[in-house]
Each structure stands twice: as structure tokens, then as C-alpha cells.
């Protein structure tokens, strides 16, 4: 079991920045891929960053350029760095954990068995 706590979320204007956290609990020795998603009022929730345990890094195109996920092995943390955010970019973020490799399915709500409990991030124009 992991459980996943997120933290960092708030609002912002059009333009600012933002750093999400993610501290893990639990479980920890394992590998996990990582990623993080996002659900806006009235739509799906869809992946916007990927840290697999090969080291790859994948972003959707809508936040290419300007976000950033890293993690801290030694405080079991993975982190958002949310910048030049634009209003549509509000919405819930969540933290998951999920199979030892996720590859091109980083994406895919399926292949993630942990969830945190979200953070809010409003970003106005």
C-alpha cells in the first residue's frame, strides 16, 4: 500500500507559477511509475506529467515547455513546477502511483493503483 498526500495548490493570475508536491508514504521501496493528472469541471481527469522508474520524463503537449516533474528519492516526493500557467489550466491535480513501468500508457487513469486526495488549482485571466 501508498498512500499519497498533495500539497502546493492555490490560485494564481494568468502568468504566475506554481509548485505541486506529493509526499509518499507507505510502500516506498518499490518502483513505482509516477504521474500526474488533472480534472477540470465537466471533464475527464487526463495525465499531464510522467515519471517512469527508467527515468523518462512525458508531458502532454498542452504543458510541454512549461511544466516540470521531479522527484525526491530521499524524501519520497514528487513535485509539479507549474509555470506561465494560463486559466485553463484550473483544475483539481492528483498525484498517482502506479505499475513498476508505465511506458506509453503513462497516461492512462488504468494503470495507476494509488491515488492522493487532489489539490485546487485556479488560475485566473
Known amino acids: 500500500q501508498v498512500q499519497l498526500v498533495e500539497s502546493g495548490g492555490g490560485s494564481v493570475q494568468a502568468g504566475g507559477s506554481l509548485r505541486l508536491s506529493c509526499a509518499a508514504s507507505g510502500d516506498t521501496s518499490r518502483p513505482y511509475c509516477m504521474g500526474w493528472f488533472r480534472q477540470a469541471p465537466g471533464k475527464e481527469r487526463e495525465g499531464v506529467a510522467g515519471?517512469?522508474?527508467?527515468?523518462?520524463?512525458r508531458y502532454a503537449d498542452s504543458v510541454k515547455g512549461r511544466f516540470t516533474i521531479s522527484k525526491d528519492n530521499a524524501k519520497n516526493s514528487l513535485y509539479l513546477q507549474m509555470n506561465s500557467l494560463k486559466p485553463e489550466d484550473t483544475a483539481m491535480y492528483y498525484c498517482?502511483?502506479?505499475?513498476?513501468?508505465?511506458?506509453?500508457?503513462?497516461?492512462?487513469?488504468?494503470?495507476?493503483?494509488?491515488w492522493g486526495q487532489g489539490t485546487q488549482v485556479t488560475v485566473s485571466s
Open positions: 515519471l517512469d522508474t527508467d527515468g523518462e520524463i
Open positions: 498517482a502511483a502506479g505499475k513498476s513501468f508505465c511506458g506509453v500508457r503513462w497516461g492512462r487513469e488504468v494503470e495507476y493503483k494509488y
